[in-house]
């Protein structure tokens, strides 16, 4: 499966923004997807990530309640809503893909993830 994130952009702190992780292939719906950010000098972590379906959701402690991952399988395409975004969200932020169920795998593992996306640069000012 090839992966296209897109969606980053600058934004001041407390904006929105909406991540798109579309997807090649027509068993997309049989994959779990994780979105990371990597920020300059620091290691990738965990944001999010949707397991196939029926779709359970994951989320990193420091966007919980901020961000919304979901799915539309008809479109390929995962989605991270991005909202009260703080300058600490500054990343490169990466989609990845793995078939399966986060059931099978730790969906918070980058290591966990054959698949990935270009990255889409967030920046936010504070």
């Known amino acids: 499966v090839q992966l296209q994130a897109s969606g980053g952009g600058l934004v001041q702190a407390g904006g929105s923004l909406r991540l798109s992780c579309a997807a090649s292939g027509r068993t997309f719906s049989l994959y779990a997807v994780g979105w990371f950010r990597q920020a300059p000098g620091k290691e990738r972590e965990f944001v999010a990530a949707i397991s196939r379906n029926p779709g359970n959701t994951y989320y990193a402690d420091s966007v919980k309640g901020r961000f919304t991952i979901s799915r539309i399988n008809n479109k390929n395409t995962v989605y991270l809503q991005m909202n009260s975004l703080k300058p600490e969200d500054t990343a490169l932020y990466y989609c990845?893909?793995?078939?399966?169920?986060?059931?099978?795998?730790?969906?918070?593992?980058?290591?966990?993830?054959?698949?990935w996306g270009q990255g889409t640069q967030v920046t936010v000012s504070s």
């Open positions: 990845a893909a793995v078939f399966g169920s986060c059931s099978d795998y730790a969906c918070y593992d980058h290591s966990t993830y054959p698949y």
